[in-house]
């Protein structure tokens, strides 16, 4: 198990999320570590929408910009995901877990995290020759396998 995925499990202390960003070229912020802790804690795949609504919990300072943005800082530096709205049926919504890991859309809207092992799995029955036609075909390079599976 790496980092990572602890980070998603535990309260992290102010030390071990300064090292996180630091890792990921991150300078902590009072408002990057409020957006960060919201997301970790929420594993529903929120919004920006909802993000905002927790940190102003805590702080109520930060404005909608500041979540807008860190969240995008967040992404680009991979501590987050984002799921993009055409997807996911409105906004784009956010996750903390990093890991390769196969999402599951249900009508009501809500997104789950197929388990690591099943999600494995997944990824792994799409055959490589199918890729590699695939490619071809479109005159691509695929890089990744992105499943999203839909259920009520
Ligand atoms: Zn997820």
Do not use: S
């Given at each position: 198990m790496n980092h990572e995925l602890d980070q998603h499990d535990q309260h992290l202390d102010g030390d071990q999320l300064r090292a996180i960003?630091?890792?990921h070229g991150l300078r902590m912020t009072r408002q990057r570590e409020a957006v960060y802790r919201a997301l970790c804690t929420n594993r529903n795949h929120p919004?920006?929408?909802?993000?905002?609504a927790e940190v102003h919990q805590i702080d109520?300072?930060?404005s909608q910009a500041t979540v807008y943005n860190t969240l995008d800082t967040?992404?680009?530096?991979?501590?987050a995901n984002r799921i993009p709205a055409s997807t996911s049926g409105g906004a784009c919504r956010y996750d903390a877990d990093i890991h390769e890991h196969v999402h599951l859309v249900l009508d009501d809207g809500r997104i789950l995290d197929v388990p690591q092992d099943l999600s494995k799995r997944l990824i792994d029955s799409v055959p490589d020759a199918l890729l590699a036609e695939l490619g071809e075909r479109l005159g691509v390079t695929c890089s990744g396998i992105k499943i999203e599976l839909s259920g009520v």
């Open positions: 960003f630091t890792q919004t920006a929408e909802q993000l905002l109520p300072e930060v967040l992404v680009e530096c991979g501590l």
